[in-house]
């Protein structure tokens, strides 16, 4: 005889690690099941005691909305309301009625979603850093860098590296093809192009639900590719650039005051803003790691 | 529609014997449709008229109707009728006065109204992106979405609660109308208040509205300006269970010395108050409401600037669409607070600058002008379908050359690429934004993985990051990204009336068959053509040129 856990129902063998799975899971909901069914009769025989009787006769009398005291207190609302004005005196039967009846529930606003903790991101963009910054340091391979600017990149990731410059309409398959080491998000300092709207805030339908940013976050995060905001709009650019640098593992700026207001962003997903307060030099790569260093002890 | 009459239902679930902005809104929307000449309004209430503050002044107009909630039964309960009672009494009016549009106010009665046959078709819903509610539910979103597709029209309250309103209940799109609240137009000039140091507030007590920082406020500053004082309007007060908040505020209210609360008044004796100037203060608090509200447009702004005061506000993006990004008196955290009253009290300069500022951005929230804005699609005229496009174009949009292909296009147009190429010599902050129309009942198209991208094929090297392309399923919202359009087979058709209207300048070369309208912006030859795009937005005349191409493709010539 062969373990139920490991056969599906009729095989003749051992099933494959798949079907065990689904086999395992089956006993797992027959179990709950059968649990549950127990507890609803013990639950019944509880309501039916003398106990549960009595408890719920004191929980009627004592409800505000359906128990007898409230209906009562409505009745005489209805009443005194009457009496002030006699002219409605031919309306009592049918407000008495109202008053005597369970008024029905007005729809109420859902209790509003308590913060999502951020530290299990933040955690997680920390270690996506370190990995890079440990990769850099061993340079197993060429660095590819996904950059999402306006125009052209300026200036190469470094010597042995390159830069991909990223199109919202086909980034998932360009980096699916060769995926990066890292994405860099810049923030456009021109007026046009194809990313300004989909990472700034804008009233329009593309900023606003942020779909293109948090889809390829999300696709660089199930690698482990960490993203990094690098701030070039200056304090005036925090607002419009806010949603999308929350979302970055990193913030970069050059200006403290622009750093601290990202820093007291309260839904920051990242790990840490950095400051780059030298005169700017060498490679894209080197000013990484000296931000990511930086990062590290950032609050 | 009765003869030429136009009848308008207008309910609301907010009790009008209270003063709050719900309340205000009720009877600045009964005004504000008043204002149009054919239209008449019925407004039912919610709750047995106790006050006249909110109803006294609909009484008195004209083509004004109130109605009591007891006309259906005969005893109403203080706290008014439920949803299905109240949707009964408008049922009855509707088979009675036939009405033309029921606009009806807040999610849960829009998704109860629904449901009454009677009245589909008639539905305007209003305000049902509610900030209060979860939109990332999906029992919520799939509420939402029922109620859009059986209305016949969405009112949103801004330009950026229709864009947030369009991004999560797509089935809203095309049938979106903005109806911001409304304020009574100045008589002759604009109100000149005078310079006074003291400070106003009036609306609601709630703690996302901070008052009692207010009341601090207060206190910290008058050491420097003993005679300081603070003038509160309102008697409504949000009573959370287990807080004390409600008595604390009455408490502080009563006792803090150069405070002066009025408690309810009418609106027009509000606005009397308000208009012997001081600073006024419409501050939030984040922590007790959702950033949603950063969309919407506030009633008690408007009110303030109808009469004619400066305003220190938090800034939220609808509020800088009123004032200007570079308004003086802008709070970007709550604990500037201080020292932006302060310059608005130390300051008589900044103080009238303001004022001014606040007063221009309050005029086009005057009920003639929204009026104007409503009416084609309230008095059903042939063009509101093509007026959905008239949206205001997004930053840097000018910049944008586009081009929306139909559904079956395999290639960008060569016109278009040798354009933009001419203009980015010249300027190299143009960009191509070319759209492929979405092939009806294609699925939505994934992040980053665009059929469109197939335009690309062919693209030249030198022009790879000149050109972006997309799906566009939603045209009216990509059209606000683009601030020319070219015409591949020359200035001929009617087909460019949509991006006109949207203010995007049609270019083209110019033929016999252009249609008169579209003759002022074709072009002899493609040297031309490019010389006078870059010109257009360069030379700082593309504004005036879209503005022309709209009213050119509105008027319907040619």
């Given amino acids: 005889m062969t373990d139920r856990t490991s056969v599906e129902p009729g095989a003749e063998g051992p ?15 027959e179990a709950e099941r059968a649990a549950e069914l127990v507890a609803d009769r013990e639950a019944e025989r509880r309501r039916r005691s003398f106990a549960g009787r009595t408890e719920r006769i004191l929980r009627w009398l004592g409800d505000s909305r359906t128990g007898p005291v409230a209906r009562l207190r409505r009745m005489g609302r209805v009443l005194i309301e009457i009496g002030r004005s006699p002219r409605a005196l031919p309306a009592l039967p049918a407000a008495l009625i109202t008053a005597a009846r369970i008024p029905p529930l007005s729809p ?18 920390r270690e996506r850093l370190m990995r890079f910054d440990a990769w850099v340091a061993a340079r197993e391979g060429p660095l590819r860098v996904a950059l999402i600017a306006d125009g052209a990149p300026a200036e190469p990731a470094d010597a042995a590296g390159e830069i991909v410059a990223l199109r919202p309409e086909d980034w998932r398959v360009v980096l699916q093809v060769a995926p990066p080491r890292i994405l860099v998000v810049t923030a456009p300092r021109g007026p046009g192009g194809p990313w300004r709207y989909r990472i700034g805030w804008y009233a329009h339908p593309d900023a606003l639900l942020q779909r293109d940013v948090w889809a390829l976050l999300g696709w660089c995060a199930e690698r482990d590719i960490p993203a990094i905001f690098w701030d070039r709009g200056g304090p005036a650019g925090v607002r419009t650039f806010r949603a999308t640098a929350a979302l970055c593992d990193l913030i970069v700026s050059d200006d403290p005051l622009t750093a601290a207001r990202y820093a007291a962003l309260p839904d920051r997903r990242g790990a840490g803003v950095a400051v780059w307060d030298v005169p700017h030099g060498g490679s894209m790569v080197q000013r990484l790691r000296e931000g990511l260093m930086t990062a590290s002890t950032a609050s | 529609m009765s003869g030429d009459q136009l009848e308008v239902c207008l309910y609301s679930p907010a009790d009008l014997n209270l003063m709050s902005g719900s309340s205000i809104w009720v009877q600045s929307v009964a005004e504000m449709l008043h204002a149009g000449p054919r239209v008449r309004v019925t407004v039912p209430l919610r709750c047995p008229e106790r006050r006249r503050l909110v109803t006294g002044p609909l009484r008195q107009l004209e083509r004004v109707d109130v109605v009591e909630p007891t006309r259906l039964r005969r005893y109403v309960p203080r706290s008014g ?57 999906p029992v919520h979103l799939a509420d939402l979405t029922v109620i859009a597709e059986a209305s016949e029209r969405v009112l949103v309250q801004s330009e950026e609660m229709r864009a947030l309103f369009e991004a999560v209940v797509p089935a809203g799109r095309g049938k979106t109308i903005i109806l911001p609240p409304a304020i009574p137009p100045a008589d002759g000039g604009a109100p000149e208040v005078p310079f006074r140091r003291r400070l106003l ?6 703690p996302f509205y901070p008052v009692e920082r207010m ?26 269970p287990g807080d004390d908040y409600a008595d604390r505020l009455e408490q502080a209210l009563a006792t803090t010395p150069g405070v002066v609360w009025h408690g309810a008044l009418p609106r027009a004796a509000a606005a009397g108050l308000l208009a012997q100037g001081g600073l006024a203060l419409s501050l939030w608090d984040y922590r007790h409401g959702s950033t949603m509200n950063d969309l919407v447009v506030s009633m008690k702004l408007l009110d303030y600037c109808s009469a004619g005061l400066p305003v220190a506000l938090t800034r939220t993006a609808a509020q800088e669409s009123i004032l200007g990004a570079d308004y003086p008196l802008f709070v970007d955290d709550l604990d500037e607070a201080r020292a932006v009253v302060e310059r608005g009290l130390g300051d008589e300069d900044l103080y009238r600058a303001a004022a001014a500022s606040c007063c221009a951005g309050g005029r086009r929230f005057e009920y003639p002008a929204v009026y104007a804005s409503i009416a084609p699609d309230l008095e059903g005229r042939p063009d509101a379908a093509l007026r959905q496009y008239d949206r205001p174009k997004l930053e840097g949009a000018a910049w944008n050359l586009g081009v929306l292909l139909p559904a079956g296009a395999t290639a960008i ?15 190299p902050r143009f960009h191509l934004l070319v759209g492929r129309t979405s092939a009806p009942g294609a699925a939505p198209t994934v992040p980053g993985s665009d059929p469109a991208a197939a335009l690309r094929a062919g693209l ?7 050109v972006s392309v997309r799906t566009v399923d939603d045209a009216p919202n990509w059209w606000r990204t683009i601030g020319l359009t070219v015409e591949p087979d020359g200035l001929l058709v009617d087909g460019l009336r949509p991006a006109a209207v949207s203010g995007a300048v049609p270019l083209g070369l110019v033929g016999p068959t252009t249609p008169a309208w579209l003759g002022p912006f074709g072009s002899a030859d493609e040297t031309s053509l490019v010389a006078a795009a870059a010109d257009l937005v360069a030379g700082g005349d593309w504004a005036a040129a879209a503005a022309r191409a709209q009213a050119g493709a509105l008027a319907g010539e040619g």
Avoid: M, N
């Fill in chain 1, 15 to 29: 099933t494959t690690d798949a079907s065990a799975t689904t086999a395992r899971s089956l006993a797992a909901v």
């Fill in chain 2, 81 to 137: 009728l439920y949803v299905s009672t109240a949707l009964d009494l408008i049922e009855a009016l509707h088979r009675e006065r036939h009405f033309d549009a029921i606009i009806l106010r807040s999610f849960p009665t829009c998704r109860a109204a629904i449901e009454r046959a009677s009245l589909r078709g008639h539905i305007w819903s209003c305000y049902i992106l509610e900030p209060e509610r979860d939109i990332e539910d």
């Fill in chain 2, 460 to 466: 030249p090297p030198d022009l790879d990051d000149a």
């Fill in chain 2, 413 to 427: 147009p060569p016109l278009a690429l040798r354009v933009v190429r001419e203009l980015r010599r010249r300027d």
């Fill in chain 2, 201 to 206: 507030y009036a609306g609601k007590f709630h």
């Fill in chain 2, 215 to 240: 009341l601090a406020l207060l206190t910290e500053l008058r050491p420097t300006w003993p005679d300081l004082e603070f003038h509160v309007i309102g008697d409504q007060f949000f009573r959370p």
């Fill in chain 1, 108 to 125: 109420p606003l859902p209790p509003p979603r308590p913060p999502r903790p951020l530290e299990p991101d933040r955690a997680a963009a």
